[in-house]
Structure formats: C-alpha cells, structure tokens
C-alpha cells in the first residue's frame, strides 16, 4: 500500500519547517512516493540578511541553491547510463581517458617523513566502479590545477576514502560523451526528468541564488564555488551543482520507483527510464569490501557526530552502492531507533542538504537549508534528525 499523508500530517511537517526556520533562517523539504511528490514546501527568508526589514522577501519552493556533493548522484547516473549503453564497463580503467588522471594515479601517497611525502608505485587501474564508490582518489578542490595533482592515498579497490572520485568523473566526463557535462546532463537525465532548476550556471539564466542560512554569507562562498559559465574551469562532479528540493526530488522520485517496481511492488507506470534494471539495482547494492566497511562507518559516526549507542554505527552498518551511501545496519534497526530503513540510500551537501531513497517505506526525501559548515554542525544535523523523525511520524511509521 502507497504511504499517504493526511491533512494533518501535513500541517505537522510545515510547523517543523516553521521551528526549523526561525534558527536556520531557512528550511526546504520535499517528499515523494512512488505516485509522485505528495509535499513541497519551505519556511524562512529568502535572504537572511535581510531578517527584521519590513518587506523581506519569504523564500520559495523554487528558490535555488548550491547543493554541493548531492551533485555525485547526478554525475554517477550519468556514468551508469554509459554502461548501460556499453560505453563503459564497471571495470574500465578510467585513467586512459585523461592523462592527467593517469598520472595522478601512478603513485600512492604513504606518509610524511620530516615533512616530506614518501611515494610508491601504484598499478593497479583506477576502475569506474572503485571511483563511483568513493575507494579511490582523496582531496578535494574546485580548480583543475589542484584537482590533477593529487595522488591517490589508498591501495585501488580496498579503503574507502571520501575524496575527489566525482570530481574526476566530472572533469574527464565531456572526453568520454564528447560534449560538456551540462549539456550531457540536460539531454540526458535533467530534461526527460523535467528539473529545469539543476544546473551548473545558476547565474547564467535562473533566477537569483536563495542564501537563507545564518553563516558565512553565501554570496561570497556560493560565488567562489561556482560563478558565471564562463568563470568555471570545470563541473566539478563531486559538488558542484545548484538545484532545489522541488527539482531534486524528480530524481529520487524516478529512482525510488524504479526499484519498487523491480522489487514488484509497484507497476512501470512511466515511460522515460534513465537507468537499466541492473543499474537501478546496484544503486541499492553494497559495492565495499569488507576492509573497507570500518572506514566507512568511521567517518560517518565522526560526520553525524554519533556519541549515543542508538545510532552509533559499526563496521557493517553502512556501505556504499553505485552512487550513494547505504544504511545496511546488521540488526535491521530503523536509523536512530526512528528513521530510515534498511537498504536505504541517501547522501548530503556541505551547506545543509540531506536526501534519502527508502524502498522499504516506499518514499524519497530531500531537506534542505543553506548553512556552512553543514557536515559537523550540532544545529544542522540536530535539524536533520528532527525532520526525518517528523517525515516517518507523519506517515505513521515512527517505531
């Protein structure tokens, strides 16, 4: 049976955004099943610095903003899809379509030796499915001169290393399609899906950027990342698109649906397919080994700040897919004792942003506010807890 929410379920949401806003300063949440988006809303200022002006414009569902390293779900679809076309293979070097690649990847960085970096030999390739899952590249950095000499840091295919994988895809992805990365996107994924808002250029043609958080001011740091077409070396694939959680959640939607219907829960229903069955699976699949699982569940306990043993995570208790992290805890509790399922799939941005794919509870979630530092803050993820208890209240599936 479909999830719904009632009336009142409804108003409970939009007064959690309400509270949400008044220390945010803004809040976006968007909420879909698999028959399509059942709630759209936000609370809060369009821009913050104008709290306490008489006039102030309110933000809008269709406010724009930079939603950071969401962005490797997007990049990663499109890598897939060129192995559903047989373009690629989930093996293929990667490091021969871009040599600076190559040499990036020929030596692994092992340590430091008074100051200085000690170096070995790497051959082992750099294979698309070891990039996608986040077990190769490390650093990150918007400029291409940064970007290209980083060393690898792991042995390829044995640690996961939340790095610059996606930037990679990001930069070497127009070598490979033989055009730019957004107009690959936009033909391919971003119009058949009707999300006319994501972009990489929100200041060539959209309206301007929502900057609702009270923090650094992000008309300085979202123009640092990403300003005008002309001013960007690169799509930097890891983080640098702008969309907003109306536009995001056509995605999830179409993906969460997808599986349903593989798991035979829904009928196929739609007729633009982005996504393969066994691509659409391995979204949901855990792609790690086994030495990588700890690393894995460190970084998030130390991201989400995890101290109480309800949802502190062991090595097992997450993973990774194709294009996202997994929540694969081995006692098969809801998140925190309250939230999202097993098997779910879901990522973050750095200035706020939190989605989720719940096949299980058969809904797609995309919140959102506009603060920095968004990974490590108290206030954000305090506010990400909140909203997801209060999305799985109002379906009534609160445990």
């Known amino acids: ?97 871009d040599q600076r690649l190559k040499k990036a990847a020929s030596q692994r960085l092992v340590t430091f030796v008074d100051g200085k970096p000690i170096y070995e030999p790497n051959e082992v390739p750099v294979r698309l499915r070891d990039m996608l899952n986040n077990q190769r590249l490390r650093s990150r950095d918007g400029a291409v ?46 119009d058949p899906l009707g999300m006319s808002d994501t972009t990489f250029f929100p200041l060539n043609g959209l309206i301007d950027l929502c900057r609702c958080g009270e923090f650094v001011d992000l008309r300085k740091t979202v123009s640092t990342e990403s300003d005008r077409k002309e001013d960007i070396e690169y799509c930097v694939g890891g983080g640098g698109i702008y969309s907003n959680t109306g536009d995001y ?50 970084m998030l306990n130390r991201w989400f700040m995890q101290t109480d043993q309800e949802g502190l995570l062991e090595a097992g208790d997450a993973n990774w897919g194709t294009a996202a992290a997994m929540y694969t805890p081995r ?15 879901g990522w973050g941005g750095a200035a706020g942003t939190e989605f989720w794919i719940d096949p299980s509870a058969g809904i797609a979630v995309v919140w959102t506010t506009q603060q920095l530092p968004g990974a490590g803050n108290p206030t954000v993820l305090q506010a990400k807890k909140d909203i997801e208890r209060a999305v799985y209240q109002a379906f009534g599936m609160d445990h």
């Open 1 to 97: 049976m479909t999830p719904q929410l009632s009336s009142s379920a409804k108003e409970s949401l939009q007064a959690v955004l309400d509270k949400q806003a008044g220390y945010l300063g803004g809040a976006f949440l968007s909420v879909a099943t698999s028959e399509g988006v059942i709630f759209n809303s936000c609370s809060g200022l369009f821009d913050q610095l104008e709290r306490g002006k008489q006039n102030a414009r309110q933000a809008s569902t269709s406010d724009v903003m930079w939603y950071a390293s969401t962005t490797k779900l997007i990049i990663a679809v499109a890598y897939l899809q060129l192995v559903d076309r047989g373009t690629l293979t989930l093996d293929t070097d990667m490091t021969q379509f």
């Open 145 to 190: 001169d940064s970007l290209v000499h980083k060393p690898i840091t792991e042995n390829p295919g044995t640690m996961f290393e939340y790095g610059n994988s996606a930037d990679w895809l990001g930069l070497i992805l127009p070598a490979i399609t033989k055009e730019p990365v957004e107009d690959y996107l936009r033909r391919n994924i971003l």
């Open 249 to 298: 959640i056509k995605l999830l939607h179409h993906l969460l649906v997808q599986r349903l219907f593989l798991l035979g829960q829904v009928p196929k229903e739609s007729s633009v397919t982005i996504l393969s069955d066994e691509s659409i699976n391995s979204l949901f699949k855990p792609s790690l080994p086994d030495s990588a699982l700890p690393g894995m569940a460190a």
């Open 331 to 345: 006692d098969g509790r809801p998140r925190g004792g309250f939230g999202r399922e097993p098997d779910t799939i």
